[in-house]
């Protein structure tokens, strides 16, 4: 088929696609021009074009400050957490849903475990400060019962634990219709030849449901990993001055506390295309290691 055909073919797909396309190049791609003040002393009153080219000046401060190197280890630590204990989550509660024989319950589980998806980051924490607060229902019960009792919400120490139960009760949901539907495409047919040669139950998991959710696994790893360096700014920036500085500042609130707060907007553009620059190679690893595996990842070979 030609190109002018498959354009006749799809221009009804096309037409809805351009919306989302004019979204991107407005919101990502035309401010990328921006990058160029990481290289200057930006100054508001000139623009881009008139301001003091200082080459790499801001970059020599910024992986001299100490601050600095905080907000990128609590950046790591806390993604490597959240891909530890929250990216397994979805893929089991998919498996535990998929035995659910009832297409009804099916539906309602999955619709009241993808609600929290729509709340906002206010919500969420505001939800969790009433569970698990300094006034909150679990303090409660520890008073009632003359135990000491422990502000979770207020703690540095189980900070990262807390963003992250944070995170997969908001959008483990979001995973678990993304599983489903990959769990949706494996033909029935092949469960009904694993049963007739023996194969139980978990032999049919192993053999036939993981491979066939494989490709949908290694690409939300890669997408996973292209935006590991993103760990939540509301969401931090909401919690920050609870536990302090020390524990919740990541890239984002580091550029926008000591770039944009400090009206050194050109520190932070140095600090934002840090995280760029290293997102993009950790994507780029990540769809190298899918091919390796035999899966398309993001693009194919």
Known sequence: MTRRARLRRDKT??????????????FNYLPMFGVITAFEFYDPLVGVMHSQFIGLDNFRQ????????????????????????????????ALLLNTVVSNKIRAFVSAVIYLPHFFSWVLVISVFLQMLGGAGLLNAFLIHHHVTPWNVMT?????????????????????????LAALAAIDPALYEAAAADGAGRWRRMWHITLPGMRGVIVLMLVLRLGNALTVGFEQML????????????????FAFYYGIGTSNYSYGAAAGLFKSVISLLLIYGANRLAHAFGEDGLYRK
């Open 13 to 26: 797909l096309l037409l809805m696609t351009i919306p989302a396309l004019a979204l991107v190049v407005v």
């Open 62 to 93: 910024l992986f001299g400050d100490p601050l600095f190197w905080t907000a990128v280890e609590n950046t790591l630590a806390i993604s490597a957490v959240q891909l530890a204990l929250y990216f397994p989550i979805p893929i089991m509660l």
């Open 155 to 179: 703690d540095p120490s189980t900070f990262k634990l807390l963003v992250t139960s944070q995170a997969v009760w908001k959008e483990a949901g979001w995973g678990v219709i993304v599983f």
């Open 238 to 253: 909401i919690q920050r001055d609870a536990v302090g500085h020390e524990a919740a500042d990541v890239l984002d609130t």
